[in-house]
């Protein structure tokens, strides 16, 4: 797969908004660590179409790689977990993934690039 400037610019996007959440949390009082215990803290993409789908899953995927690598080489207690859906280009459809997000307990979703 070839990467352009819109690919790069969107993994950096990634990266720093999950480095923002490591660094600066979320406005929610973490719970309490027990021992060597890890924090997973889990990100909805969304991709806007099927056909941009997989191009959304693969930068998400290096961002991923990238920042639990950090967080490890760091000793930081943290670690990340993209879960990936497709809104079918309809707007609807990305409605129904937010909420289904929120009630599977992800508190931040990334994605949503729509076009005209």
Sequence with gaps: MRLNVKSVAYASLVSIIVIGLVLLGTGTPPPELQGDETRVI???????????????????????????????????DYRFEFVYSCADSHATEAIRLTEWYNESGIDLVIGYAWGF
């Design 42 to 76: 889990r990100i909805g993409v969304m991709s806007p179409t099927n056909s941009s789908h997989s191009q959304y899953v693969f930068l998400a995927e290096l961002a991923r790689e990238e920042i639990n690598d950090h967080c490890e080489s760091a000793d930081l």
